[in-house]
């Protein structure tokens, strides 16, 4: 019998003997059978158990080992990278007090101090950069737990040297939504930031001098403006040109041309103030912008810049004289925008400069109408040659003794459908600045050429000549030879009735092919008359290698004729040395009386003058043949 059915049994006193009921003794049978049966179930069980709980514990094995080993390789990665970041990151960790309570060893790669010592002295360490301005605030920020974009902090190497990091701070906040501690990465991003800040000075600074280029006036004034707008203080603008500086390039080399830039900008920066700007915008252009001035102040610097660039410079074996033409515009009185006041006082600049250069002048609104008015003129010139506008008018030259005309001087004039009668003094200059001055120049040789022909006709006794003036650039044209041999075939007139009349200047820039020229045009069999001598580069030796047939004395030494009767030696002189070479002097500009008894006691034979007569229109000059 089953034991435990057997043991349940005898518990409550039930004993089968072979007298017991049979069906009693069948109940037992099926108990006893069901008994046998659970046992065998549970066998089963157990076995399925005990086999699950092997294979679990097997599994359980080798998740542990795998883990084991993820984890190690994890760790592996992650201190390989720790240590290959130790010279770029360092990680620390502050509290909520805002202390730090955790600093990582990649400290002393990165920055050379011991962990204790950076701890304890970091602040000491902080740059006196303003990017660091605002380090204890970003801190605060995060302590409140706010997640912020990173930041750059300037600090000191133990070496002394300056290094740039950028942080990263993030909060950490217990479940209740409390800052606990802040975790911060530091990144060294100095290499970075050198070379963008490099970028940036090239992006505004000029690389033959270093002075700061046009992009930085530009964003200079800007915010000057902007912040003077509020306070109404003022400033000036000065716009700088050097004089005559692309003779120095087309002569001597744009090498040292670069160096002559280079000498400016160490000559006059170091008077200016460190408040104010000196900057080159380009070629030969440089601009100072002075802040907080007054008029003294101005007028002291603006004379020292102007004698600082009038002094002798000294580039590799050269020594050139090179002065600057400059203007100067004020604000807010001139300009009220940064374009406006850059052109103002470009403006001023061009006024100095055709006031005969190496001068300043300030921008005034009259200079403002002036710049306006003489741009049209210069839209106006080509269809004012087209369509007949421009005339000559004659000046009579006569003998002093008895004003016989011996010829005149053809001058030109605008007939301006607009502006009426224009002088040449307001137009030449532009003509010449922009090259139109050739073609001008040929229809005055051809006019003139045409004029003399109608004199003929009028005046058979004598052969009547008509200077005209040739411009240093219109005889620097290689053409000048063609035109006056067309003008003269054309016309068919004598040679010797054609005078061009040159100044000192031309002799200035290479000399022998002038000397070539104006052989070619003597050849030709037309006079050459030096006028306006001895106020430009006078030089007996020019004189006595040129083909000039007659020298004008400029005007200002007839102003210079005493009414007392005292002597003008510079014009005596003058009168003397024509005899000598065997040149004809004429005085130009004569209109005294007291002057034309001066020249005929010196001995000048002729002259040309309001005395006698202005430029007047050709049928006026006419009437007076």
Same mark, same amino acid.
């Given at each position: 019998m089953h034991k435990l059915l057997k043991r349940q049994l005898k518990k409550i006193g039930l004993n089968l003997t072979s007298h017991a009921d049979e069906k009693l003794k069948e109940f037992v049978d099926v108990v006893e059978q069901a008994y046998y049966e659970s046992d065998e179930s549970r066998g089963f069980l157990e076995h399925i158990l005990s086999t699950l709980s092997q294979e679990r514990q097997e599994l359980y094995e080798q998740l542990k080992v795998k883990a084991q080993d993820d984890l190690e390789q994890s760790e592996a990665k992650y201190m390989r990278l720790v240590e290959n970041l130790n010279?770029?990151?360092?990680?620390?960790?502050?509290?909520?007090?805002?202390?730090?309570?955790?600093?990582?060893?990649?400290?002393?790669?990165?920055?050379?101090?011991?962990?204790?010592?950076?701890?304890?002295?970091?602040?000491?360490?902080?740059?006196?950069?303003?990017?660091?301005?605002?380090?204890?605030?970003?801190t605060n920020l995060s302590?409140?737990?706010?997640?912020?974009?990173?930041?750059?902090?300037?600090?000191?190497?133990?070496?002394k040297s300056v290094r740039y990091l950028e942080i990263t701070e993030l909060p #950490?906040?217990?479940? %209740?939504?409390? =800052?606990?501690?802040?975790? !911060?990465? *530091?990144?060294?991003i100095t290499q970075q930031f050198e070379a963008r800040e490099k970028l940036s000075y090239l992006a505004k600074h000029d690389v033959l001098t270093s002075l700061p280029n046009r992009a930085y006036l530009e964003e200079y004034l800007q915010n000057l403006i902007s912040m003077n707008s509020r306070t109404e203080n003022q400033f000036a603008l000065l716009f700088l040109d050097l004089d005559h500086f692309k003779q120095i390039n087309d002569t001597l080399g744009h090498d040292v041309g670069d160096k002559l830039?280079?000498?400016?900008?160490?000559?006059?920066?170091?008077?200016?103030?460190?408040?104010?700007?000196?900057?080159?915008?380009?070629?030969?252009?440089?601009?100072?912008?002075?802040?907080?001035?007054?008029?003294?102040?101005?007028?002291?610097?603006?004379?020292?810049?102007?004698?600082?660039?009038?002094?002798?410079?000294? #580039?590799?074996?050269? %020594?050139?004289? =090179?002065?600057?033409?400059? !203007?100067? *515009?004020?604000?807010?009185?001139?300009?009220?925008?940064?374009?406006?006041?850059?052109?103002?006082?470009?403006?001023?600049?061009?006024?100095?400069?055709?006031?005969?250069?190496?001068?300043?002048?300030?921008?005034?609104e009259e200079l403002n109408t002036q710049v306006h008015h003489d741009m049209q003129l210069e839209q106006d010139m080509g269809k004012a040659l087209a369509e007949g506008q421009f005339v000559l008018y004659y000046q009579a030259k006569q003998t002093l003794n008895d004003d016989t005309i011996m010829g005149s001087e053809a001058l030109i004039r605008w007939n301006h459908p607009e502006f009426g009668l224009i002088y040449p003094d307001k137009f030449i200059s532009l003509a010449e600045s922009t090259g139109f001055i050739v073609k001008l120049g040929t229809w005055v040789i051809e006019e003139a050429c045409r004029a003399i022909k109608r004199f003929n006709v009028k005046d058979t006794k004598s052969a009547l000549h008509v200077s005209v003036n040739v411009s240093t650039r219109q005889i620097q044209n290689d053409d000048i030879c063609r035109v006056l041999e067309n003008a003269l075939r054309t016309s068919q007139i004598n040679p010797s009735q054609l005078t061009v009349e040159i100044t000192e200047s031309i002799m200035v820039d290479n000399s022998e092919k002038m000397l070539d020229i104006l052989q070619c045009i003597q050849a030709l069999g037309v006079s050459i008359c030096m006028d306006d001598f001895g106020t430009g580069y006078s030089s007996l030796s020019y004189l006595n290698r040129l083909p000039i047939r007659s020298i004008k004395i400029d005007k200002t030494f007839v102003d210079d004729i005493p009414k007392t009767g005292s002597k003008n030696i510079l014009l005596d002189?003058?009168?003397?040395?024509g005899k000598t070479l065997d040149i004809i002097i004429l005085a130009e500009g004569v209109e005294e009386e007291y002057q034309r008894e001066y020249l005929i006691k010196a001995g000048c034979l002729y002259y040309q003058g309001y005395l006698f007569s202005k430029p007047i229109p050709e049928s006026e000059y006419m009437k007076l043949l």
């Open positions: 010279k770029h990151y360092f990680f620390y960790t502050h509290n909520e007090e805002g202390v730090f309570t955790y600093l990582s060893d990649s400290i002393t790669s990165m920055l050379g101090y011991e962990k204790e010592e950076f701890l304890t002295h970091y602040e000491e360490y902080l740059t006196d950069d303003p990017m660091n301005e605002d380090v204890v605030e970003r302590l409140s737990g706010v997640f912020q974009t990173p930041y750059l902090v300037s600090i000191y190497h133990k070496n #950490v906040c217990n479940k %209740e939504g409390k =800052v606990i501690l802040i975790d !911060g990465i *530091a990144r060294d830039l280079q000498t400016v900008a160490r000559r006059i920066k170091p008077n200016i103030r460190e408040e104010d700007l000196f900057s080159r915008i380009g070629g030969d252009e440089f601009v100072i912008v002075l802040t907080n001035i007054n008029e003294a102040y101005l007028t002291t610097l603006i004379n020292k810049i102007m004698s600082l660039m009038r002094k002798l410079w000294r #580039v590799d074996s050269y %020594e050139l004289q =090179v002065s600057t033409s400059m !203007g100067v *515009a004020l604000y807010p009185q001139d300009a009220s925008s940064m374009i406006e006041l850059m052109k103002n006082a470009d403006i001023a600049m061009y006024k100095s400069k055709e006031l005969g250069r190496n001068n300043f002048s300030f921008f005034t002189t003058i009168v003397a040395m």
